[in-house]
C-alpha cells in the first residue's frame, strides 16, 4: 500500500495532506493544498497505456497552478522533469529511506518556507516512519473509503436517498461515492 504509507507519512511534514481529491476535473492521489501540489503514484500495471491521458492530466493541473508529481515504478517513463522513477522494489514505499528519498526530491521540486524545511529536516533525521499507527490505522479501514472520501463526507444530498434499513450494517460512511 505505497499511497496509504506516503500519505501516513507526509502528513506527519505537511499537516493536512488530502487521498482522491478531485481538482479540475482530475483525481489527486495526494494532494497538500496549502503547498499547492499533488502526488500521483503510477504503478507499471495500471498507468503502463496511460501516459497521453497521463500527461493530459499534469497540463491541466499545472495550468491551475498545482505542481503535479508523478512517483513512477520501474518501467514507466517520467512524463515530466518533475517526476521521479522508483525501482521496483523501492515502489513498495516499505522503507523509511524511500520515504526520505522522495520528500527530498518533493523539496528539490516545490519552494518551501523556513518552517516547512524544518520540518522536512527533522522528518530526514529521523531513523524509522514517523506514523506508523495511522498507516496500520488506515490499513484496518480497507476496503472502505479513507476518512473525508466517503459518501458521508462528499455526497450530502445524495444521503437523503440512503435507505438505512435495507442497508443493513453498512453506513453511507462505509461506501466510496
Known amino acids: 500500500m505505497p499511497e496509504l504509507r506516503l500519505f501516513a507519512e507526509l502528513k506527519t511534514v505537511f499537516g493536512s495532506i488530502h487521498s482522491r481529491r478531485r481538482l479540475h476535473g482530475h483525481e489527486i492521489d495526494l494532494y497538500v493544498g496549502r503547498h499547492r501540489f499533488g502526488i500521483e503514484i503510477d504503478g507499471s500495471y495500471w498507468h503502463m497505456n496511460k501516459a497521453t491521458a497521463d500527461a493530459r492530466k499534469g497540463k491541466v493541473l499545472t495550468r491551475h497552478g498545482i505542481t ?98 435495507k442497508s443493513g450494517k453498512l453506513t453511507a460512511k462505509d461506501v466510496h461515492p
Open 68 to 165: 503535479l508529481i508523478r512517483i513512477r515504478q520501474e518501467g514507466l517513463d517520467k512524463l515530466s522533469p518533475v517526476d521521479l522513477v522508483l525501482t521496483n522494489k523501492e515502489f513498495a514505499i516499505d522503507r523509511h529511506e524511500v520515504v526520505c528519498n522522495i520528500l527530498i526530491h518533493i523539496a528539490d521540486v516545490v519552494k518551501f518556507g523556513a518552517r516547512t524545511k524544518r520540518k522536512i529536516n527533522k522528518y530526514l533525521s529521523l531513523s524509522r516512519f514517523a506514523n506508523e499507527s495511522e498507516f496500520r490505522d488506515l490499513l484496518n479501514l480497507l476496503p472502505g473509503p479513507l476518512p473525508g472520501n466517503s459518501l458521508w463526507d462528499s455526497n450530502k444530498p445524495l444521503l437523503r436517498e440512503w435507505h438505512v434499513s
